[in-house]
Each structure stands twice: as structure tokens, then as C-alpha cells.
């Protein structure tokens, strides 16, 4: 379940009043998200000549805090600011009391989607994690003491029946639980560091295992394998396990119950899966689909329309040689441009250039493949 959360929302929710006040007599959606727009432009401007000339008026005494909401708001699109700020319902509630809500109607809260409240620790200082273990005893509570000190908006939890989750119900995860899941991880070295796929940097002590991940990504590795060929030393399988809690905490790994092997491109031996080509199919003939694509965890994957048709070409009997070549010919004959990965057209006008950038163009195409389990062995 998705909701939002107080504290954060309290400034949130005086925004939302003023919207739906100012918006009250206007008729249609878009018209409404229009003059929201307008009414937000007028409240930060007026906040901001409130703060510069040291009158400001009670409500914008945390005008940072009003200003940074407002400047967000401006940025996102108009069905957001119409879902969540004028929409008739959107009645956020502290989390101690949507916990209460659930218990009487015979369920419990489990963890966050993100498993941020899992494999973190409190807040990560050990002054105020040690505070609050000493002063809050119930994990209801302590999830509540973490949202009133972070300011939480917004929660994505995810709820059981009352009977599964036993009292004494821990979520700290020991090495058995560890071994019961296999980890996916992609990190790019640079000469400071490894940095994760969110480009922030990792503890530098466990970089040889970040390599590890790295050797064998997308393929998975799993901490009891780890932990048997470091057995005749206690401290590697230790650090091991702070390493493999550490790249979870950072929320930047992919996992599984089961092992995801790496699978790549080879005539005769793997293609695209069976499975999923009907919907490559889709993809490479829907102009405007209604639907998103997605790997096999349910991540959305970057495809475009074009990578679709191309993939359909990873169907074990072409060569790579062959889907360059197809590729290089179809995009020339449509005068069709190519990318870098930022998003700059490469140069392509010769044979030579297209044959160039096509060569390019289909190793990351199988790349993407790769990750996104989308290969298999036949």
C-alpha cells in the first residue's frame, strides 16, 4: 500500500488547501492544474518578498521548507499536481495510527517495499540509533520515532494477515536469511572508488567484493557460496557478510529466491526468450502502447520501439554479424539516427559509419538483453 505519511505532510497539506481554495470555482482539469500553477508561482514569490524584507508572516517561517515543496511541485506534471494536490480525497495519517488500523482489522505491517527498514540501521548514528533502542521498544514504534526525525512523506508498505507475523517477529537479517538470496550488482570503478548504480560511492572496504559482482553481473552471486571459499578465514567470511549487508543498505542491487544466471548471445545456443517474444512483437509494432515494458523483477526496462524490433533478431539462428548487418541496412534505408548514451546523434551518413554505429548499437542492445534477463539457454 501506497500513502502518504505525517509528518512530512503537514506543510504539504497547507499547500494543498490553498489549492484547492484557489481552484474551487474553476471547471476542468486542466484548467484547475493551470491556476494551481499560477497560485503556486504567486505563494513562493510572495513568501520569498515576505523573508526579504524580515516580515514574514507566521506561516513562512519555515519558508525553506515551503519553498523547496512549492519548487518541486513546479517541476512535475500536471497529473501529479491534479492526483495530489486537488484530488477530492488524500488524507494523510502518522504511521503508529495506520498500524492501528491495521491490527484491527487482523493484519500487520511487514516491511517497506524498498526494504530500506530491513537492511538500514535506524537513522545510521549511532547517538540517536542507540536513543531510540533504549526509549521505543516496539518496531511500531520505532518506525514512528524514525518518520517524526526524518520528516517522512510518504511510506510504501507492504501488509500480511495478522497470523503470519508472530510476536516475536524480527527483521534483522542473520547470515541463514542472507543465504537465501541471491544478489545482482553493478558497480562502476573509477580511481576514487566503485560507485553504485545510483553513481553514489561505496565503503572502499569491500571493494574486492564489489568486484565480484562485478565479474560476474548480471549473474547473481549468493553469500553462502561466498562464505565456502573463504571458510579458512573467519575475518574475509565477516567482512563478506558486512560487504554483501552494506551493497543491500545502499538499495542499489537487484534480488531473488532463486539463481539468475548470465546468459549471453550465441548461435544455436541461446535467443530471445520464447516467452517474451509475443511481447517484443507488441512493442515493435505499437506506436503508442498502453503498456510499459518491464524485465523479468518487474524493473521497466529502456527499450524503444526500434530496440524491440531489433531484439525479435536475437532469435538463435542470426548471427551477431547478421543483426548488425540487418540493423545497419534498415536504419540507412529509413535514414534512421543513432544515439550515444547520452542522448547525442552520432554522425551517420556513409555505409561505413552506419556499419560503425550499428556494430555499436547491437552490443548494447544485447547488453540490455543480458540484464535484463530477457536470454535463455536452448
Not at 211 to 224: E, H, L
Not at 247 to 268: N, Q, S, W
Amino acid at each position: 500500500m501506497s500513502y502518504n505519511v505525517y509528518p512530512g505532510w503537514k506543510i504539504k497539506d497547507t499547500i494543498r488547501d490553498f489549492l484547492m481554495f484557489g481552484t474551487k470555482d474553476i471547471k476542468g482539469e486542466t484548467a484547475k492544474v493551470a491556476k494551481a500553477r499560477e497560485l503556486l508561482k504567486v505563494l513562493g514569490e510572495y513568501a520569498k518578498f515576505c523573508q526579504k524584507d524580515g516580515n514574514a508572516s507566521q506561516i513562512f517561517v519555515n519558508f525553506e521548507s515551503l519553498k523547496f515543496h512549492i519548487d518541486y511541485i513546479l517541476t512535475m506534471n500536471d497529473s501529479y499536481i491534479a492526483h495530489e494536490y486537488l484530488e477530492a480525497f488524500n488524507n494523510p495519517i502518522y504511521f503508529k495510527d495506520f498500524a492501528n488500523s491495521l491490527e484491527k482489522n487482523d493484519l500487520a505491517y511487514l516491511a517497506e517495499v524498498g526494504l530500506e527498514d530491513v537492511f538500514q540501521s535506524n537513522l545510521g548514528l549511532e547517538e540517536f540509533d542507540s536513543y531510540i533502542d533504549a526509549n521505543f521498544s516496539s518496531r511500531i514504534e520505532k518506525e514512528q520515532m524514525l518518520d517524526f526525525l526524518t520528516n517522512n512523506i510518504f511510506r510504501r508498505s507492504m501488509i500480511v494477515h495478522k497470523e503470519l507475523v508472530p510476536n516475536d517477529f524480527s527483521v534483522n537479517i542473520g547470515v541463514d536469511e542472507l543465504c537465501k538470496l541471491h544478489i545482482s550488482a553493478d558497480f562502476s570503478k573509477t580511481k576514487n572508488g566503485y560507485l553504485n548504480i545510483k553513481n553514489i560511492a561505496m565503503k572502499p572496504e569491500y571493494d574486492w567484493l564489489y568486484q565480484v559482482f562485478n565479474d560476474v553481473y548480471p549473474a547473481s552471486v549468493n553469500f553462502a557460496d561466498v562464505a565456502a571459499l573463504l571458510k579458512d578465514d573467519e575475518n574475509a567470511v565477516k567482512s563478506a557478510y558486512f560487504g554483501f549487508m552494506e551493497i543491500l543498505a545502499a538499495d542499489c542491487a537487484k534480488l531473488t529466491t532463486y539463481e539468475r544466471p548470465k546468459v549471453v548471445y550465441e548461435v544455436g545456443k541461446s535467443r530471445l526468450k520464447e516467452r517474451v517474444r509475443g511481447y517484443f512483437e507488441y512493442f515493435s509494432a505499437a506506436d503508442e502502447p498502453v503498456i510499459k515494458i518491464a524485465d523479468e523483477l518487474n524493473v521497466p526496462a529502456n527499450f524503444s520501439q526500434f530496440d524491440a524490433f531489433i531484439a525479435l533478431k536475437f532469435n538463435g539462428e542470426n548471427s551477431p554479424e547478421n543483426i548488425v548487418k540487418q540493423t545497419a541496412k534498415f536504419a540507412q534505408d529509413r535514414k534512421l539516427e543513432f544515439a550515444l548514451k547520452n542522448g547525442e546523434a552520432i554522425k551517420t551518413v556513409s555505409k561505413n559509419e552506419y556499419q560503425k554505429a550499428a556494430e555499436n548499437y547491437v552490443k548494447d542492445l544485447e547488453l540490455k538483453l543480458i540484464d535484463g534477463g530477457f536470454l535463455e539457454n536452448f
